[in-house]
């Protein structure tokens, strides 16, 4: 297959998003030339209309070059990746497989604003990108690569099996959270706003249903509480011995320009701890999508055209709250 010579880019353009030209590079040693396939669509690239990037951190593709020294990946495997594209390989976060936090990496967002998942073509490192296990299709595997990976990162080594995970809203990252605790073997508990989301939470295994209203009824304190609706609960209502139990850790991966204001007194004297995932370092990205594949845990999707339309359509439903549950964009034929 020839290799192209420039490929279309999607930038944020007074408020839209459009289709840009840009030349491709020539291929550093360690570097990967992919052709995107599949993409996910988030609302971090929502985000980031204004400044002007090359869009898209949720991509899966056919690797079509590989740099001289490239030795993980052959042209026509399957790849997939675009958040956490780089670290400087030997600070304290990089030897102890905590790269994602290397004052010098490279995510999306905070540098390399020339090269994004919506488009053509990706041009990734080697060791931060991800093969695509057999049985995870590659429409599937593109919201993992952000969003499986930030809710895999967090219910990691928390989840126990046994003990029980509370969820509140099961959207675009809360129904794979549900997904994933349960397949690591805790009882998942969803509290939501709409009692028509019961069966579906059950269906993706969910134990027990709640509203956000009624979270007294509880029948027995969880240990986990993590939020992935829009907005952050009734704290009050949460952090009390008999809904969470005393020790118990609080996942926030919603609202993150908002403030977290927590009551000091129960955080205190309850013992409640905080934790956060911003999507996963290496290791885990790369255990997550063995697990997914092996459990059979995957996205719920739409399918959009990767074109100026199929996008425009995707950010309407995603800014409108109407996008049941991640929005993928697939390049055309």
């Known amino acids: 297959m020839a290799i192209p010579q ?163 809203g099961i959207g675009g990252l809360g129904h794979l959270a549900v997904q994933i605790a349960r397949k690591m073997g805790a009882e998942v508990v969803v509290f939501s706003t709409s009692q028509d989301k019961e069966k579906e939470a059950k269906g993706f295994g969910a134990n027990e249903f709640y509203l956000l209203d009624e979270v007294e009824k509880v029948t027995k304190p969880i240990n986990t509480l993590v939020v992935s609706g829009n907005k952050y609960p009734d704290w009050d209502k949460f952090l009390v011995k008999n809904v969470l139990a005393r020790a118990g850790t609080i996942i926030p991966l919603a ?24 999507v996963a370092s290496r290791r885990t990205h790369d255990d997550m999508l063995a697990f997914c594949a092996s459990h059979d845990v995957k996205p719920v999707i739409e399918r959009f055209e990767l074109s100026e339309s199929g996008i425009g359509e995707a950010i309407g439903k995603l800014t409108a709250n109407k996008m049941r549950y991640r929005g993928v964009l697939v390049a055309p034929e």
């Open 6 to 168: 420039d490929t279309t880019t999607y930038h944020g353009v007074s408020g839209d998003v459009k289709p840009t030209t840009t030349a491709l590079p020539a291929l550093g040693p360690k570097e990967i030339l992919i052709k995107i396939t599949h993409t996910g669509l988030c609302a971090s690239d929502l985000a980031y209309i204004p400044y002007g990037i090359a869009l898209g951190h949720e991509g899966v593709g056919t690797v079509l070059a590989i740099g001289s020294e490239v030795t993980q990946f052959a042209v026509g495997d399957r790849a997939g990746g675009g958040y956490h594209r780089n670290s400087c390989g030997h600070c304290s976060y990089c030897l102890s497989g905590q790269d994602i936090w290397c004052y010098e990496r490279t995510i999306f967002g905070e540098k390399d604003y020339g090269n994004g998942t919506i488009a053509g073509h990706y041009v990734g490192v080697e060791t931060y990108l991800h093969k695509i296990p057999e049985g995870l299709e590659s429409e599937h595997a593109a919201p993992l690569q952000c969003a499986g990976a930030t809710v895999y990162n967090a219910l990691l080594g928390v989840a126990k099996p046994g003990e029980r995970v509370g969820i509140v």
């Open 255 to 278: 609202a993150p320009h908002d403030r977290l204001n927590l009551p000091a007194f129960q955080l205190f004297f309850d013992g409640y701890n905080v934790k956060s995932s911003l």
